[in-house]
């Protein structure tokens, strides 16, 4: 039982090392990172004057600037997208190779090839995320000439934003990475899939008059029935 276990915990290790390194060896992870860094850069030459040194102003801004760039940059279409070319490449490239049956020929499941995968992808983003995040954490912090009160102030905050992004965005990127599987077609088919689901859910349904307001669509309709 335990040596099973053991050999499950080692073969998992060895899949989620090897795409760790690659990633970031990669040199699309690190284009990926730098897009991800462009809210710090607008912050630096936007930010507000300074009026309040403190650690109470500086939460305040904190919470403010994080929530507004996680809703309109990080974890938008642009954070979106991000993350499905990301995670669809991990099996989609595989599979598009055809390197996936030489991995299943080895003593590895199919589970734990997966497991590996999306533990390595996690990974990854959370590199793209979590730089972006600590440097403008550390900006911040200087900027509000707070020290080590104001990193030690603001770190659960960034914390709650990194796990945030991890819950939606990785989400996100698990249904991209079981799309690439299910099409079976080089990764820029399943990117594009995805996005095209993940669009369409996000932006043209709501528009619909039915999701939009329910009570008055089936109104409407009974409506023109009587009529």
């Known amino acids: 039982m ?30 990926m990172t730098l897009l991800m860094f462009l809210p710090v850069i607008v912050y ?50 595989e599979i598009d190779k055809g390197t996936i049956r030489v991995l299943l020929t080895k003593p590895v499941r199919k589970s734990e090839l997966v497991i590996g995968k999306f533990l390595g992808g ?22 509000y000439k707070q020290g080590f009160t104001g990193l030690r102030a603001t770190f659960g905050d960034l914390l709650y934003s990194l796990e945030v992004t991890l819950l939606l965005l990785g989400s ?3 249904f991209a990475m079981a799309l690439s599987v299910v099409l079976s077609r080089p990764p820029l088919y399943a990117s594009l899939a995805s996005f095209g689901v993940i669009f369409v859910a996000q932006f043209i349904l709501p528009q619909l008059p039915f999701f939009d307001d329910p009570p008055r669509g089936s109104r409407s ?3 023109s029935e009587f009529s």
């Open 44 to 93: 630096f030459f936007t930010h507000e004057e300074i009026t309040e040194y403190s650690t109470r102003a500086l939460r305040i801004s904190f919470q403010v600037n994080f929530s507004t760039y996680l809703v309109n940059f990080w974890a938008s279409v642009i954070g979106q997208l991000v993350v499905i070319i990301l995670m669809s490449e991990l099996l989609g490239s």
């Open 172 to 174: 996100l990127g698990a």
């Open 122 to 143: 996690l990974t990854g983003m959370l590199v793209v995320f979590g730089l972006p995040y600590l440097v403008m954490q550390i900006y911040m912090v200087l900027l």
């Open 221 to 223: 309709t009974t409506s």
């Open 2 to 31: 335990r040596s099973s276990r053991f050999s499950f915990e080692s073969r998992l290790g060895i899949i989620y090392g090897m795409e760790v390194k690659r990633l970031l060896r990669s040199r699309r992870l690190k284009l």
